[in-house]
């Protein structure tokens, strides 16, 4: 039971992953395709990450999962507000 | 092995070998220094497929990720600080002359002699055989820690592992003799939001950095794999600007590069001073000894790595230099 619930999420997961890959490839400029990466691999480590929790044997393991997304998720807003702010303003050294 | 996965394998495989291709091939130099990023966490994904996460960390924290730190650092400095690459190359394109093709070549024959050399390595190995998994398992006992790896590399080849740390040292000794190094201008300004994330970022990474150094006693982790990750600690300072290197620091950090060196060497000195071989360590001792060399080299690997990241020695009268985490 917890393995099905578990893969439901991950599976889940990966769509969200291939649904923003698409908007990367398809989306027709930087700021779309940073809205699609950004949101939709966000959730969907959400989701992979909830997966794996379940499968997680320990307290401990949890723990870390969680850390690994939180981390991953900040970072990654960052990273995407990092390039947005690169395509307007170029870089300035003041 | 189960079937999904030798499909999972061989896809991985051939990822690796296209991005290896498109990092050689594509024009942008941007995209050449992401593609291989890429291509090094994929490295250290094919590193846990082979079971080697100890080898999959260092990739992953020094191949992938301050060796990406310090091409992206050099590509800024060559398009926005030294203009070397001109302003039609800032966009994107390289610079179209030509590479001499004796350097073409010279590169050629000595990428082809490693790739003998490993060829040969591989042939001359006993196929299928046990490897020296039995033979460190019998000498486990002996080493003072549980982790097989850092046992290799801590005590049973421990020679190895003080000439890794001697070329490191060796590196930022040559940076720092070039009077013209990457940049003496700070960091761009990256905003508001990098600030925060910085601020919420660093201690997580010198808790990150910490763990590793020490969980290598008996897991995968250690000194490299601790002290990249902490070197990722000097890159936020260095780019949040909350550390400017001035030129007062420089005797700290020339302690601090020569710091692993320096006790590595002393303590196999010590040792062979004891009437025994200069690395082996007495049982009852081992422990601490291992651990001692590897906190002592994790913040030389951690302090030149940053250095190595600001790309030049601090001199007076600019905003240059390096940190000292």
């Keep these: 039971m917890l393995e099905i619930a578990a893969a439901a999420f991950i599976a889940l997961g990966t769509l969200f992953f291939v649904a923003g890959t698409v908007g990367l490839l ?24 909830v997966g794996v929790a379940l499968l997680a044997g320990t307290a401990g393991a ?32 003041d | 092995m189960t079937d999904p996965l030798v499909i999972f394998d061989v896809a991985l495989a051939l990822a690796i070998v296209a991005l290896a291709v498109a990092a050689l091939s594509v024009r942008d130099l941007f995209a050449m220094i992401v593609l291989f990023v890429v291509f090094g966490l994929l490295s250290a994904l094919a590193w846990v ?11 992953a924290a020094i191949g992938a990720g301050v060796t990406g730190a310090l091409l992206l650092k050099t590509l800024h400095h060559l398009r926005y600080v030294s203009g070397t690459l001109g302003q039609q190359a800032a966009y994107g394109v390289t610079p179209l002359t030509p590479v001499p093709i004796g350097v ?47 046992g290799v590399l801590l005590n049973f080849r421990a020679y190895d592992t003080l000439m890794e740390v001697v070329v490191l040292l060796a590196a930022v000794v040559a940076v720092w003799q070039i009077e013209r190094g990457v940049s003496d201008a700070p960091a761009p300004v990256l905003g508001e939001v990098w ?18 150094l020490w969980v290598g006693a008996e897991a995968p982790g250690g000194a490299f794999q601790g002290g990249a990750v902490l070197a990722a600690v000097g890159l936020l300072l260095l780019l949040t600007r909350a550390y400017v290197p001035q ?16 006790v590595f060497a002393l303590v196999a000195l010590l040792v062979a001073s004891g009437g025994r071989v200069a690395f082996e360590y007495p049982l009852e001792h081992a422990k601490t ?34 940190d000292d985490t």
């Excluded at chain 1, 990466?37 to 480590?45: E, P, R, S």
């Excluded at chain 2, 497929?49 to 990739?59: F, G, I, K």
Aim: hydrophobic letters at 55%.
């Design chain 2, 289 to 322: 000894l291992i651990l001692l060399i590897e906190g002592m080299v994790t913040i030389s690997i951690a302090v030149t790595l940053a250095a190595l990241f600001h790309g030049r020695e601090p001199v007076a009268q600019t905003k240059g230099g390096r």
């Design chain 2, 49 to 59: 497929r082979l079971s080697a996460p100890d080898v999959a960390l260092a990739e």
């Design chain 1, 26 to 49: 398809r989306f027709p400029d930087i700021f779309c395709r940073l809205h699609a990466l950004t949101k939709a691999d966000g959730l969907g480590l959400a989701l992979i990450a």
């Design chain 2, 104 to 150: 073409t070549l010279a590169n050629a024959i000595f990428c082809g002699l490693i790739t003998l050399g490993l060829a040969v390595a591989y042939l001359g190995a006993p196929a299928a055989g046990p490897g020296f998994d039995a033979l460190v398992a019998e000498a486990m006992p002996r080493s003072g820690v549980d982790h097989p790896v850092t």
């Design chain 1, 62 to 93: 949890v723990f870390r999962i969680a850390l690994v997304w939180f981390f991953v998720a900040v970072a990654s807003a960052t990273c995407g507000h990092l390039i947005a702010r690169y395509a307007r303003h170029g870089v300035r050294h």
């Design chain 2, 195 to 212: 600030q925060g994330f910085a601020r919420l970022a660093l201690p997580a990474t010198v808790v990150v950095g910490t763990y590793l």
């Design chain 2, 247 to 262: 030129p007062t620091h420089r005797g700290i950090a020339r302690g601090a590069f020569v710091l692993g060196t320096g």
